[in-house]
């Protein structure tokens, strides 16, 4: 189907429509490489939600692999409303944070407060009452007024450390989800993690305790280790393993799923007419060989799905009235944003001898020499002005040592060793920090056919 590049009006509300179907698939969209540990976690969580057990658990897999994603998945999918306490290593950097981040979710959870009229302090967290460090992120003074819920009171500081035993004991289970989870076993003597875990393994189903999970969420393969000998002890050891895709077909699979999203506008005959205009787009789109080389490009650089979904969402919203199917180039150009700068984009400015220098440094290192001078490349460059009649340079001039200057003021060229008095200027060592691949690209956009001949021959 040939596709015009303005839209009728009447259809100008299912653009609309259907962005936004798309941004939802985004943030709904899976991994079926995680399945199995999504099966595992929910029966995990089926047992403390249904059955009122303790459990414990960690979530391991690379940043990027949906972690997150699987277990606010398996939170999502379940019948019950338990009360979740999530945590992260990053902001609760010591126990006592973390105390009173539970302290306060379950304040406003709960609607009320606990441990208010507690008069005994528990042993677990000795020293307790030592003033915190300071911290100097925070914007507001030390003696400020701490921001609270209207009309819930938080306990004491002292009576914090009792909360951990009261959890299995509220009116829903509780699960508790530990954001890198490895930096919370770098706190001191591990007494959260011991307290926690604890009360999960003297819980016991009965009609007295509600249930309680301990998810712990890392990206640190050797988590477990860290744990001292009695933490240890206490945990379950069942461990979660999350990947990202691993084909470049999953990709594909996901660009096409997010992209062939069904929207409705409220009018059924638009909306049957703009799935078959919108349908031969994504077809069009996804059979675009600039679009399957630049997946293919990042793919190979990263696994990560949240990099795709920058991506696509950088497509969605070029998609207008005026523009209303999604173009190979936006995709391209969004790929081209997110990569890092390429350090030396001038490469192809550089002149005839400049770039005579670069190929000869190549050469250098080919031939098991990283460290060169001046009058190494010198040499390698005067025989191949030799043996090349389209070589508009002299070999006696001052072109090429200006040349070999201007890379030094460049920094494509930055000293091996430390200049001395006692070694002349032409025999100053240097190493090139610019990669093959670099130069040989900028070698094909030259067009000169004896330096791609020359460059070929350094193997």
């Not at 040939?2 to 609309?16: D, E, F, I, S």
């Not at 951990?164 to 003597?189: G, K, Q, Y």
């Not at 007419?273 to 080389?293: H, P």
């Not at 390429?342 to 001898?353: A, C, G, M, V, W």
């Amino acid at each position: 189907m040939r596709l015009n590049g303005t839209l009728p009006a009447h259809l100008h509300p299912c653009v609309t429509a259907q962005k936004r179907a798309m941004l939802r698939s985004l943030h709904d969209v899976g991994m079926t490489t995680n399945d199995i540990a999504y099966q595992q976690l929910t029966n995990l969580l089926t047992g403390t939600l249904s059955r009122g057990e303790g459990n414990s658990c960690m979530v391991l897999g690379p940043c990027g692999s949906g972690k997150t994603k699987l277990v606010e998945r398996c939170l999502s999918d379940i019948n019950e409303s338990p009360i979740v306490l999530r945590l992260s290593g990053w902001i609760q950097y010591s126990d006592r944070l973390a105390m009173r981040e539970i302290a306060h979710q379950l304040a406003q959870q709960t609607g009320s407060s606990f441990l208010s009229n507690v008069d005994d302090v528990t042993e677990s967290f000795p020293h307790q009452e030592e003033e915190e460090e300071a911290n100097p992120f925070l914007d507001t003074p030390p003696d400020a007024v701490p921001v609270t819920v209207p009309g819930i009171s938080l306990p004491p500081s002292s009576h914090l450390p009792a909360l951990i035993s009261i959890l299995p004991t509220l009116a829903r289970p509780t699960v508790v989800i530990l954001d890198a989870f490895d930096l919370f076993a770098l706190h001191p003597r591990q007494s959260l993690l011991y307290c926690l875990l604890d009360t999960v393994q003297s819980c016991r189903a009965s009609p007295s305790t509600k249930g309680i999970a301990v998810i712990g969420v890392t990206s640190r393969v050797d988590t477990i280790q860290l744990l001292e000998k009695r933490v240890k002890s206490r945990f379950s050891g069942r461990t979660f393993r999350t990947a990202a895709p691993q084909q470049l077909e999953d990709w594909v699979k996901i660009t096409k799923t997010v992209l062939s999203s069904k929207c409705t506008s409220g009018d059924h005959d638009n909306d049957d007419e703009w799935q078959i205009l919108w349908q031969a787009a994504v077809d069009k789109f996804m059979s675009a060989k600039t679009l399957l080389n630049a997946l293919n490009e990042t793919f190979s650089i990263t696994r990560d799905v949240r990099m795709l979904k920058k991506l696509i969402t950088m497509v969605v919203t070029h998609i207008s009235p005026r523009s209303p199917y999604p173009l190979p180039t936006h995709f391209t150009d969004a790929a081209t944003l997110q990569r890092a700068r390429p350090r030396f984009p001038f490469l192809y400015t550089l002149s005839y001898p400049a770039l005579c220098l670069l190929i000869a440094s190549i050469h250098a290192d080919t031939a098991g020499h990283p460290v060169f001078s001046f009058e190494m490349l010198h040499e390698t460059f005067r025989d191949q002005v030799r043996t090349s009649a389209s070589a508009p340079i002299q070999i006696n001039g001052g072109s090429i040592g200006m040349a070999f200057e201007a890379l030094i003021s460049a920094k494509i060229f930055v000293c091996a060793a430390a200049p001395t008095t006692t070694v002349v200027k032409e025999f100053i060592k240097y190493r090139c920090v610019v990669e093959r691949d670099e130069v040989k690209k900028t070698v094909d956009k030259t067009g000169q056919i004896n330096l791609k001949k020359w460059l070929n021959r350094a193997q």
